[in-house]
Nanobody
Framework: QVQLVESGGGLVQAGGSLRLSCAAS????????MGWFRQAPGKEREFVAA????????YYADSVKGRFTISRDNAKNTVYLQMNSLKPEDTAVYYC?????????????????WGQGTQVTVSS
């Protein structure tokens, strides 16, 4: 069993920054892909970013490319999402997810484990 716990959400003004963290426990992650997704009220859950755990290759949604950075610290089994130049449309619940295969997918259904989510609210 894998447990994922997100932290770092909050309220920030447009143009500000936040860093989300996702601590993973329960199993080794040497071949896992880690992803961040978000879900705004009334909308479907959408892909934000992903990182291959062993290789460090990163992938982003077009809407966040150049503003968000995903990274990981394998020694701490933690994945981060640095969010800069935040916009009101970034407001959502952000979820960390783990995919047991080493390939990256943007479909939430391809991820087996999920955290509880952390709220990010960007005011205009």
């Amino acid at each position: 069993q894998v447990q994922l716990v997100e932290s770092g959400g909050g309220l920030v003004q447009a143009g500000g920054s936040l860093r989300l963290s996702c601590a993973a426990s329960g199993r080794t992650f040497s071949t896992y892909t880690m992803g961040w997704f978000r879900q705004a009220p009334g909308k479907e859950r959408e892909f934000v970013a992903a990182i291959k755990w062993s290789g460090g290759n990163t992938y982003y949604a077009d809407s966040v490319k150049g503003r968000f950075t995903i990274s990981r610290d394998n020694a701490k089994n933690t994945v981060y999402l640095q969010m800069n130049s935040l916009k009101p449309e970034d407001t959502a619940v952000y979820y960390c997810a783990a995919r047991v295969f080493p390939t990256v997918r943007r479909d939430p259904s391809e991820y087996s484990y999920w955290g509880q989510g952390t709220q990010v609210t960007v005011s205009s």
